[in-house]
Structures are given as structure tokens and as C-alpha cells.
């Protein structure tokens, strides 16, 4: 099972981005990485093309190792360790370690 998933809410832990936040955008599962918005911004020459008619340099997120990135906790705003725990009915939720909330 993935620790992180499209749409949680991350703490950058590693790295030069250290201490942002940002919402993944995608997961990279077969490299272990992930796109996470507003971090890790690269630049990257675009060449010039019928619907882009000037080129030059734009700036893209580049993916980032899921080992410097930390899930955040709703309640309180921290980075937090999680847990996975299955459910009377059988689905399974993702607890906080230290607020034993679903994630």
C-alpha cells in the first residue's frame, strides 16, 4: 500500500525546499517519487512551437523522493508517522500516530 496518495496534504522534510507544504499532484510509485505543487520548481527550455509561439523558459515541479516528504496532519498542521488500521466494515484508514485520528 502507498503511504502517500494524489491529493494529501505534504511537508517537505529533505532537501532545499525544507519546511514547505504543498498538495501532491502526482505519484511516481515504480521511481518511489512524487509531484508535489510549488516544490522543487525547475526551469525548463520550451522550444517554440505553433501554439507556443515565443519558446524561452518556463518553470515546472519537478518530482521529489517520497523519503523527504512527510505527511500532514489535519488537526494540527505538523508533519506525522501513520498508521494503517482496517475498519469494522472492512476498509482501511490511515491513523495518526500521535492524534490516532484518520489521516
Known amino acids: 500500500m502507498l503511504r502517500i496518495k494524489k491529493n494529501d496534504?505534504?511537508?517537505?522534510?529533505a532537501g532545499k525546499d525544507k519546511g514547505k507544504t504543498g498538495k501532491v499532484l502526482q505519484v511516481l510509485p515504480?521511481?518511489?517519487?512524487?509531484?508535489v505543487e510549488?516544490?522543487?520548481i525547475v526551469k525548463k527550455a520550451q522550444r517554440?512551437?505553433?501554439?507556443n509561439?515565443?519558446?524561452?523558459?518556463?518553470?515546472?515541479e519537478a518530482s521529489i523522493h517520497m523519503s523527504n516528504i512527510m505527511l500532514l496532519d489535519k488537526k494540527t498542521n505538523r508533519p506525522v508517522r501513520f498508521g494503517v488500521s482496517v475498519l469494522?466494515?472492512?476498509?482501511k484508514v490511515r491513523l495518526s500516530k500521535k492524534t490516532k485520528?484518520?489521516?
Request: hydrophobic share 35%; charged share 30%.
Open 53 to 60: 509561439q515565443k519558446g524561452g523558459f518556463v518553470e515546472i
Open 88 to 91: 469494522k466494515d472492512g476498509t
Open 30 to 35: 515504480e521511481r518511489q517519487r512524487a509531484v
Open 101 to 103: 485520528e484518520a489521516v
Open 9 to 13: 496534504q505534504v511537508m517537505v522534510i
Open 38 to 40: 510549488r516544490i522543487n
Open 48 to 51: 517554440r512551437t505553433q501554439q
